[in-house]
């Protein structure tokens, strides 16, 4: 998670991403399929740039568009996330 923060950076001195919520889905072997919830327009274009054909451990990442409901009703915990998420401390 903290790569994605990381790569979606808009300016590497803030740090500002713009990301409320990621799901990583690891099903496809080859590919890893990346969902995140972005708090504008701004922010989820510069994911979608920054991540979309970004090899990140050896998988090719693909980032896909969803509508705010279809979203919701995969991942309802999304709705009620609206901060920007914080990197997890490294041990």
């Known amino acids: ?4 923060l990381e790569k979606c950076s808009l300016d590497s001195s803030s740090k ?3 990301i ?3 799901h990583i889905d690891e099903r496809n072997a080859k590919e890893g399929l990346v969902y995140v919830k972005c708090a504008n327009l ?6 979608y740039t920054s991540l979309h054909g970004w090899w990140c451990q050896r998988r090719l990442v ?7 409901d279809r979203y919701y009703t995969r991942y ?3 709705e009620q ?9 490294v041990s």
């Open 1 to 4: 998670m903290n790569a994605i």
């Open 16 to 18: 500002a991403h713009g």
């Open 20 to 22: 409320c919520h990621i």
């Open 42 to 47: 701004n922010f989820a274009s510069q994911a």
């Open 62 to 68: 693909s980032v896909r568009f969803l509508k705010e």
């Open 76 to 78: 309802p915990d999304a």
């Open 81 to 89: 996330m609206n901060s920007e998420l914080k990197p997890l401390p």
